[in-house]
Each structure stands twice: as structure tokens, then as C-alpha cells.
């Protein structure tokens, strides 16, 4: 009884759309939806999708149980956060049931699953509960006034039960509460360059179809990204000297392409993409043709780096049985170098993006890319 009375103030207090009228599509949370939690997006876009999945042994009063919690919360914008956040009895009880082939992630369905939902409760917990992240300094929405705190989780909220076309709310409105969440707080990172391999990267795009993969000893140079300290500067220090080493190396001419990696990461909330300012300098200062620099400007962290570089070689349809060459300053170079930035890949992502070979120089190392790094994982939001 108490389940079903949950269900019933959970529709209730659903805003509702005229009969006859279709909810309206956001384009904006759309195109989140679909890169941070594609496999949710597909079962709330398929027709019948959700009912089928409702349908499942244990789903529906597991649902309704999440409901009832929800619903106990009453107008307590903290509690209706916490409420939302998935309890790992209830993550395995949806795992479980998505159909085999919902998504195309090499390890199963069930894995992205998992993946997903433990995003959904990393927004939940950093932009909603105010949880400090891993790296304070870079990730989180940092300090924000209470007044402020309180104006993104009511918006987040009534966001949540507002119907968007296409969306996966009638399964659980956790997931819209966690984009809303990101969209209100104006972190919407994750699609800010898409189409990817459009807008700066269309001219390496095309050169790249025409390439013959064999003739260069390297795939590629993944010049990783240093961020500044100071919010007005474009171009850090350390990144000057890197574009320095990349036009250098790629002066030699054994090198397919350049991608630059970095994203908004220094300082938290600054204006400049990394990967961006890069590529203007080598282009303006050092005359590197455009089509030979590709962008990947999304990864915050050096683990990501080299995963987010790997995605675009597979894009490019570069072999990932090639080697590549990482550029960088010595001490960033020794890091990547080292058994402990292994160990911080594995705890970050689940596994290691691709294998560190030979030194060539003090700036340089050699790098196999893995087929791993093609797996979407949303627990990083701003960078999944």
C-alpha cells in the first residue's frame, strides 16, 4: 500500500502535459543525455522502452521504493538529492535487467549500466550534496553562495519532473535531476565541441581519410595539456614550451598528426579550452598546417589525456596497433612514465589507456593506445 501510494504522489506531483500535446525536446540536455548516459538515453527514446524494462523481475517495486523515498523528502531540497542517489542493491536490480545489447560497450551492457548510474550519483554527490571531489582544485563546483545552492537544486528538481521528449524520467527522475543539475550549474562541458570531429577538427578529419597509416613511423604526437593558474591567461607557461617541443618534432616528419589534448580544467571555471590555445599557437607561431592538429578538448586529468586521445585515433581510423609518441615537459614525461601513474589510471578509470614504451627523450615516450579506452564512462561528467 505504502508503495503504491509513493508511485501515486510520485505522478502527481509530475508537472503534466496537455492532452494531446507532446513534451518538448532540449537539445542541449538531449545531447548530454546521449554522451554522458547513452544506454539510459536509448531506453528512454526507444518506444516502449521503459515499460518493457519496468516489466523486469524486481524493477518495478525497487522503482517504487526509490519513489517512496523521494516522496518522504516532501520539499527538503538535501534530502530529495540524497534520496535520488542509487544504493548499490538498486543499481545491481537495473543492471541486471537491461537487455543484453542496449549498448555497445565491449564489456556488456550490464557493465554500462553500472557505469551510468554510478555517473548519475557523481553529480548527485558534487554539484548537488556538495561532496569534495578528487581533485578539489579542479573538479566540483567549488565554493557557491547558499542562495545559489539552493536556486540550482530547486531548478534541478522541478526540472526533473517537467517532461523532455525523448527522455528516461518515467524510469527514474534521477537521471534528469543529475542533467539538470550540470545544465544549471552552467557545466555542460561535455558537449561543448560537438560534433567532435566537425568545427576545428574537419579539415584533419578529412586529410585523415586519405591517409596512408603505413608510411609514418608514428600514428600520432599527443601533446598533453598543461593548464594556467591565473583565470586571464590563455596559454600557461608550460604549455608555450610544449607547442615548442610539438612543432619541433613534427618539423622531423615522421609523425601522422598532432592532437592536443586539454580541456576547461585551470583555473575551475576558466573561459580557455587548452587544447584550443594550443592549436592557435602552433598554427599562427609556428605555421603547422591545420589539417595536421586535431583537438580533443575535454580531458582535465593526464589519465584522461591519454584515453581521450586514443578515442580520437579510433575516430580518425588511425590502427591502434601503432605506436604513438607522447610530448611533454621531463617532469609531467617521468610521471606518465612511472609505475604509480599505472596505479592512478587503474583506480581513475577501471584500467590502464594504453601501454608506456621506450624513452626517446626527456620530453618523449613512446605509447601503444588500448581498445579500453573506447568504453564511455559519465563518472566524470565534464569529461566522460
Given at each position: 500500500m505504502r508503495l503504491a501510494l509513493a508511485l501515486g504522489a510520485a505522478i502527481l506531483g509530475f508537472a503534466s502535459v496537455p492532452a494531446g500535446a507532446e513534451p518538448v525536446g532540449d537539445r542541449v540536455i538531449g545531447a548530454l543525455s546521449h554522451r554522458l548516459f547513452p544506454l539510459l538515453d536509448a531506453i528512454g527514446t526507444e518506444p516502449g522502452g521503459v515499460e518493457r524494462l519496468k516489466a523486469k523481475p524486481g524493477v518495478?517495486?525497487?522503482?517504487?521504493?526509490?519513489?517512496?523515498?523521494?516522496?518522504?523528502c516532501a520539499d527538503d531540497l538535501g534530502c530529495i538529492t540524497q534520496a535520488m542517489v542509487w544504493t548499490p542493491s538498486e543499481t545491481a536490480t537495473l543492471a541486471t535487467a537491461v537487455p543484453a545489447g542496449t549498448a555497445y560497450a565491449d564489456d556488456g551492457s550490464a557493465a554500462q549500466a553500472k557505469r551510468e548510474i554510478e555517473g548519475i550519483n557523481v553529480v548527485l554527490r558534487t554539484f548537488g550534496l556538495g561532496q569534495v571531489p578528487r581533485y578539489p582544485?579542479?573538479?566540483?563546483?567549488?565554493?557557491?553562495?547558499?542562495?545559489?545552492?539552493?536556486?540550482?537544486?530547486?531548478?534541478?528538481?522541478?526540472?526533473?519532473r517537467t517532461p523532455r521528449a525523448g527522455s528516461a524520467q518515467a524510469l527514474d527522475t534521477s537521471v534528469d535531476f543529475a542533467l539538470a543539475l550540470l545544465d544549471v550549474s552552467d557545466r555542460t562541458d561535455a558537449i561543448g565541441f560537438d560534433p567532435?570531429?566537425?568545427?576545428?577538427?574537419?579539415?584533419?578529419?578529412?586529410?585523415?581519410?586519405?591517409?596512408?597509416?603505413?608510411?609514418?613511423?608514428?600514428?600520432?604526437?599527443?601533446?598533453?595539456?598543461?593548464?594556467?593558474?591565473?583565470?586571464?591567461?590563455?596559454?600557461?607557461?608550460?604549455?608555450?614550451?610544449?607547442?615548442?617541443?610539438a612543432a619541433d618534432r613534427f618539423a622531423r616528419g615522421d609523425i601522422a598528426v598532432i592532437i592536443l589534448t586539454g580541456g576547461r580544467a585551470h583555473p575551475r571555471g576558466t573561459r580557455f579550452t587548452e587544447a584550443e590555445q594550443m592549436r592557435a599557437a602552433l598554427i599562427e607561431r609556428y605555421g603547422v598546417p591545420a589539417d595536421a592538429i586535431v583537438v580533443e578538448p575535454y580531458a582535465r586529468h593526464t589519465t584522461t589525456n591519454l584515453r581521450n586521445a586514443t578515442r580520437l585515433l579510433a575516430a580518425l581510423g588511425a590502427p591502434l596497433d601503432k605506436d604513438a609518441v607522447i610530448v611533454c615537459n621531463p617532469g609531467q614525461s617521468e610521471t606518465i612514465a612511472?609505475?604509480?601513474?599505472?596505479?592512478?589510471?587503474?583506480?581513475e578509470l577501471g584500467y590502464v589507456p594504453g601501454q608506456v614504451g621506450r624513452r626517446l627523450s626527456p620530453t618523449e615516450l613512446e605509447f601503444r593506445p588500448s581498445p579500453l579506452s573506447l568504453r564511455i564512462d559519465p563518472r566524470d561528467p565534464l569529461d566522460p
Amino acid at each position: 500500500m505504502r508503495l503504491a501510494l509513493a508511485l501515486g504522489a510520485a505522478i502527481l506531483g509530475f508537472a503534466s502535459v496537455p492532452a494531446g500535446a507532446e513534451p518538448v525536446g532540449d537539445r542541449v540536455i538531449g545531447a548530454l543525455s546521449h554522451r554522458l548516459f547513452p544506454l539510459l538515453d536509448a531506453i528512454g527514446t526507444e518506444p516502449g522502452g521503459v515499460e518493457r524494462l519496468k516489466a523486469k523481475p524486481g524493477v518495478a517495486v525497487m522503482l517504487a521504493t526509490r519513489a517512496e523515498r523521494r516522496a518522504a523528502c516532501a520539499d527538503d531540497l538535501g534530502c530529495i538529492t540524497q534520496a535520488m542517489v542509487w544504493t548499490p542493491s538498486e543499481t545491481a536490480t537495473l543492471a541486471t535487467a537491461v537487455p543484453a545489447g542496449t549498448a555497445y560497450a565491449d564489456d556488456g551492457s550490464a557493465a554500462q549500466a553500472k557505469r551510468e548510474i554510478e555517473g548519475i550519483n557523481v553529480v548527485l554527490r558534487t554539484f548537488g550534496l556538495g561532496q569534495v571531489p578528487r581533485y578539489p582544485q579542479i573538479d566540483g563546483a567549488g565554493p557557491i553562495d547558499p542562495i545559489e545552492v539552493r536556486a540550482r537544486l530547486q531548478a534541478a528538481d522541478w526540472l526533473s519532473r517537467t517532461p523532455r521528449a525523448g527522455s528516461a524520467q518515467a524510469l527514474d527522475t534521477s537521471v534528469d535531476f543529475a542533467l539538470a543539475l550540470l545544465d544549471v550549474s552552467d557545466r555542460t562541458d561535455a558537449i561543448g565541441f560537438d560534433p567532435l570531429m566537425g568545427g576545428l577538427n574537419a579539415a584533419a578529419t578529412r586529410r585523415a581519410r586519405s591517409l596512408d597509416w603505413t608510411r609514418w613511423r608514428y600514428s600520432a604526437m599527443i601533446v598533453t595539456g598543461v593548464g594556467p593558474e591565473t583565470p586571464d591567461a590563455a596559454l600557461s607557461p608550460f604549455g608555450k614550451y610544449h607547442i615548442r617541443l610539438a612543432a619541433d618534432r613534427f618539423a622531423r616528419g615522421d609523425i601522422a598528426v598532432i592532437i592536443l589534448t586539454g580541456g576547461r580544467a585551470h583555473p575551475r571555471g576558466t573561459r580557455f579550452t587548452e587544447a584550443e590555445q594550443m592549436r592557435a599557437a602552433l598554427i599562427e607561431r609556428y605555421g603547422v598546417p591545420a589539417d595536421a592538429i586535431v583537438v580533443e578538448p575535454y580531458a582535465r586529468h593526464t589519465t584522461t589525456n591519454l584515453r581521450n586521445a586514443t578515442r580520437l585515433l579510433a575516430a580518425l581510423g588511425a590502427p591502434l596497433d601503432k605506436d604513438a609518441v607522447i610530448v611533454c615537459n621531463p617532469g609531467q614525461s617521468e610521471t606518465i612514465a612511472s609505475a604509480a601513474f599505472a596505479q592512478r589510471n587503474l583506480a581513475e578509470l577501471g584500467y590502464v589507456p594504453g601501454q608506456v614504451g621506450r624513452r626517446l627523450s626527456p620530453t618523449e615516450l613512446e605509447f601503444r593506445p588500448s581498445p579500453l579506452s573506447l568504453r564511455i564512462d559519465p563518472r566524470d561528467p565534464l569529461d566522460p
